[in-house]
């Protein structure tokens, strides 16, 4: 005699079946893999060298190759969250690095440093040797102090190649190595990445916009400023550093220049003009190389703060630059300073600066008293 199956019965043994069907393709299937971000494709950047850093949308980092003529974008997975308003410090950070690497601290150069915008995790786009032959290395230090290299092996990342790059082997009148300055400084800004430099043409002093996620028609404009020490227009300076930054309302470049003129171009020029004459607003004194520049807020008021090559740590304040009139005559002397004003603070040997969080900025430093390389936090307290 059959038994008859009731309705719950037959409910159950197809659920159940159901169920079994689905353990058995779920562990067929292989995960999915967490998306790319911005157009990235997984490989190795094939840097030739590792110059400027920046950090861009979704905490993308952009490294400057000048070497190579071109920009990478790497997602570097740093997943890290720090809100702390803390500083940080790495005594002897040259010492450290060259052992890391296996190297000496002379075989050491550390050429730009970055701040991760929510991990506040220092990366250091190093030169393991000197010349031809260095070695491109991206480091990341934590507020412990610790050290680690940036695996450059099967990450997302994103290229994209300047055109009419200084030749290999050409050199300034003054025998620097316009190879490197093909890539002096980057931003980005509204959906473009602003990369300042030099190029082989003319007007060899250049601005190239990248539409990020990369694409193959970068803007090129070139440009001009009247430079006060040298008593002249000129095409072939290039930018040395430049922040964005609103000027009279106007969203602009603040733009700092050898030997040491600061002059303004507004973004919505870059946008509707190629060739660019620049507004002089400063002359920071000869001999001397702005080399770092970055936005804070104190007291609620707008502030930039500028790491020179032969000079002081300078502090200006938005509304002095605000007020700035056009600077069109040469200084008196060689190492005069002019035009807009700035607070001196006494803190010399700095060569690289970033903001870390609202009350700090990370600097490398040469201590002149036991001539060791730091890494080190200075109060914005004081600035």
């Known amino acids: 005699m059959k038994l008859a199956r009731k309705p719950w019965m037959i409910t159950l043994v197809v ?11 779920a562990a067929r299937t292989p995960p999915t893999a967490a998306p790319l971000i911005m157009g990235m494709a997984i490989g190795a950047p094939d840097l030739q060298s ?41 005594k002897g950070i040259d010492v450290k690095i060259a052992s890391l690497l296996g190297t000496t601290p002379d075989a050491v150069v550390i050429n730009d440093v970055a701040v991760h915008p929510a991990s506040q995790n220092v990366y250091l786009a190093i030169s393991r040797g000197r010349g031809n032959d260095a070695r491109p290395v991206l480091l990341r230090a934590n507020r412990k102090g610790e050290l680690e290299e940036v695996a450059l092996q099967g990450v997302p990342f994103s290229k994209v190649t300047l055109a009419n790059p200084p ?32 190029s082989n043409t003319e007007f060899a002093s250049t601005l190239r916009r990248a539409p990020f996620p990369f694409q193959k028609d970068v803007a090129v404009n070139t440009l001009e400023i009247f430079h006060t020490s040298h008593n002249k227009y000129e095409t072939h300076s290039p930018i040395e550093s430049f922040l964005p930054f609103t000027i009279n309302g106007k969203p602009s470049l603040l733009a700092g220049y050898g030997c040491a003129p600061i002059a303004s171009f507004t ?3 870059l946008k509707t003009k190629q060739h660019l004459r620049g507004t002089t607003l400063a002359e920071l004194g000869g001999g001397n190389r702005p080399l770092d520049m970055v936005a804070f807020a104190k007291e609620g008021q707008r502030r930039v703060l500028i790491a020179n090559s032969d000079r002081t740590l300078m502090s200006m304040s938005a509304q002095d630059i605000d007020k700035a009139t056009p600077m069109t ?12 004003p700035y607070l001196s603070i006494a803190e010399i040997g700095i060569t690289q600066l970033d903001n870390l969080n609202d ?11 036991d001539g060791s390389l730091n890494l080190r936090s200075l109060s914005k307290n004081w600035m």
């Not at 005559?329 to 807009?340: E, I, L, Q, R």
């Not at 990370?362 to 008293?369: A, L, P, Y």
């Open 15 to 25: 659920a159940v079946a159901i169920a079994a069907a689905f353990v058995v393709n």
């Open 50 to 90: 590792a110059g400027t850093l920046a950090f861009g949308p979704e905490n993308v980092l952009f490294i400057g190759d000048s070497q190579g003529a071109a920009v990478f974008a790497v997602d570097v997975k740093d997943a890290a969250k720090d809100a702390a308003a803390e500083p940080m410090a790495i």
């Open 167 to 198: 030749a290999h082997g050409a050199k300034t009148k003054w025998g620097g190595d316009l190879r490197r300055m093909t890539i002096t400084d980057l931003a980005y800004v509204d959906g473009e990445l602003l990369i300042a430099g030099m």
């Open 267 to 269: 973004l919505a020029d």
């Open 329 to 340: 005559k040469p200084v008196d002397a060689a190492y005069v300073s002019a035009g807009v």
């Open 359 to 369: 009350k700090y900025v990370v600097v490398v430093q040469r201590d002149i008293d």
